[in-house]
């Protein structure tokens, strides 16, 4: 994977599964990292017989790179898109040089298994796949299928959406986060919900008037803008809940911004990233998802392990876990979130809080790691 030792869902998802698989299992974490960057205390690594690599790719020429340019730039813009362009593009974009340190390090680890974290590191292991000849390579795939493929994808440029998907179909297996994702790939792949990755703290008692957000403040991913217009319509007709936003990025500036123009500096808070994140849980009364895209988002399990009512984006995915226990808003609607923030305080608190502790239970960590098991053992 490209990083193990930073903040991250996808950081601490890996580590979660990483640990419980070193409880029968062989586990090495093959990082793009710094060593100096490496911090065994993140995540409770340091409580698993978890083994580092540290690697980082050579290289290349300056006049294969100028070839190699070349062909991608042909493969982008004027050659038919197939499985036979894409397998020349997936060596013109990974040249040689990279591509045997890659398999080189791969190879001397002796390894059953190959996980390769993230679409861009698992089409990797496809162009590898001649020089592991008997090991099984794995893609796990973090983002929703609309994030990666969908128009306007802040990840993969159309050009390339076609290339990502002949790469991945190449592999032993591509593991995707939801069904509704499954069903629109060209080809099959299985679904492995990510587990609860906390330990919870003391369930919510109901009765803060608080509203919890948490998330990376990357560009427009959490919604976090829409969330802060609609706490401002909301708050038009509400003198007393609160909004409590957790996390940090790019677009703090612009988030701080908004609330001093809303004057909502009493009512709307931004707090920095902590490793106790379960303290905001036990102490907001409600979560609130506005994102406009997520491939699995955890922090909905993280909210209703401790008890929370669930404000949410229709995202497929978020139907998916929750049902009809959701209060759905359309993706990005502010109106509608403002419409659903008033709904949310007033609901019978005892009930919902007891079907969301219900809901959370069917993704403990020893339920997801067996099916991790069985395609490892498989």
């Known amino acids: 994977m490209d990083s193990i030792f930073s903040y991250g869902g996808v950081q601490r998802v890996t580590a979660v599964i990483a640990k419980e698989l070193a409880k029968d299992c062989n586990v090495t974490i093959v990082t793009l990292d710094n060593p100096s960057a490496k911090d065994t205390s993140f995540y409770g690594l340091d409580k698993a017989e978890i083994q580092y690599r540290f690697f980082a790719y050579p290289d290349t020429p300056k006049w294969k790179g100028l070839l190699c340019k070349a062909y991608s730039y042909l493969y982008r813009k004027i050659l038919p898109q197939n499985k036979l362009t894409s397998n020349w593009y997936s060596h013109s974009s990974f040249p040689s040089e990279k591509r045997e340190a890659l398999a080189t390090?791969?190879?001397?680890?002796?390894?059953?298994?190959?996980?390769?974290?993230?679409?861009?590191?698992?089409?990797?292991?496809?162009?590898?796949?001649?020089?592991?000849?008997?090991?099984?390579?794995?893609?796990?795939?973090?983002?929703?299928?609309?994030?990666?493929?969908?128009?306007?994808?802040?990840?993969?440029?159309?050009?390339?959406?076609?290339?990502?998907?002949?790469?991945?179909?190449?592999?032993?297996?591509?593991?995707?986060?939801?069904?509704?994702?499954?069903?629109?790939?060209?080809?099959?792949?299985?679904?492995?919900?990510?587990?609860?990755?906390?330990?919870?703290?003391?369930?919510?008692?109901?009765?803060?008037?608080?509203?919890?957000?948490?998330?990376?403040?990357?560009?427009?991913?959490?919604?976090?803008?829409?969330?802060?217009?609609?706490?401002?319509?909301f708050a038009e007709k509400n003198e007393e809940w609160t909004l409590d936003i957790v996390g940090e990025g790019v677009e703090e500036a612009l988030y701080r911004k908004m609330i001093a123009e809303y004057g909502l500096q009493e009512r709307v808070h931004i707090h920095p990233f902590t490793n106790y994140i379960q303290s905001y849980y036990s102490d907001a009364q409600v979560?609130?998802?506005?994102?406009?895209?997520?491939?699995?988002?955890?922090?909905?399990?993280?909210?209703?392990?401790?008890?929370?009512?669930?404000?949410?984006?229709?995202?497929?995915?978020?139907?998916?876990?929750?049902?009809?226990?959701?209060?759905?808003?359309?993706?990005?609607?502010?109106?509608?979130?403002?419409?659903?923030?008033?709904?949310?305080?007033?609901?019978?608190?005892?009930?919902?809080?007891?079907?969301?502790?219900?809901?959370?239970?069917?993704?403990?960590?020893?339920?997801?790691?067996?099916?991790?098991?069985?395609?490892?053992?498989?």
């Open 105 to 233: 390090e791969l190879k001397n680890g002796g390894y059953d298994v190959i996980v390769g974290v993230h679409a861009p590191l698992a089409i990797r292991l496809s162009t590898c796949k001649s020089q592991l000849k008997g090991v099984r390579l794995i893609g796990w795939i973090h983002n929703s299928y609309k994030a990666l493929f969908g128009a306007g994808s802040l990840y993969i440029g159309p050009e390339l959406q076609k290339h990502y998907e002949y790469q991945l179909e190449k592999l032993d297996k591509t593991i995707v986060l939801c069904h509704d994702d499954a069903r629109k790939y060209h080809f099959p792949v299985q679904v492995i919900y990510n587990p609860l990755t906390l330990e919870p703290a003391s369930p919510s008692q109901g009765n803060s008037k608080k509203f919890l957000a948490v998330g990376r403040f990357s560009h427009l991913h959490k919604g976090f803008d829409l969330l802060i217009e609609a706490f401002h319509l």
């Open 287 to 378: 979560y609130v998802l506005s994102s406009r895209w997520e491939g699995m988002p955890l922090v909905l399990v993280e909210a209703m392990t401790h008890g929370l009512i669930i404000v949410s984006t229709d995202l497929p995915v978020c139907k998916e876990i929750m049902g009809d226990f959701g209060l759905y808003f359309r993706n990005g609607d502010v109106k509608g979130l403002a419409l659903q923030l008033q709904a949310a305080t007033q609901l019978d608190w005892e009930r919902k809080s007891a079907k969301a502790k219900e809901i959370a239970c069917r993704f403990e960590v020893a339920q997801i790691t067996d099916q991790w098991k069985s395609i490892i053992y498989g």
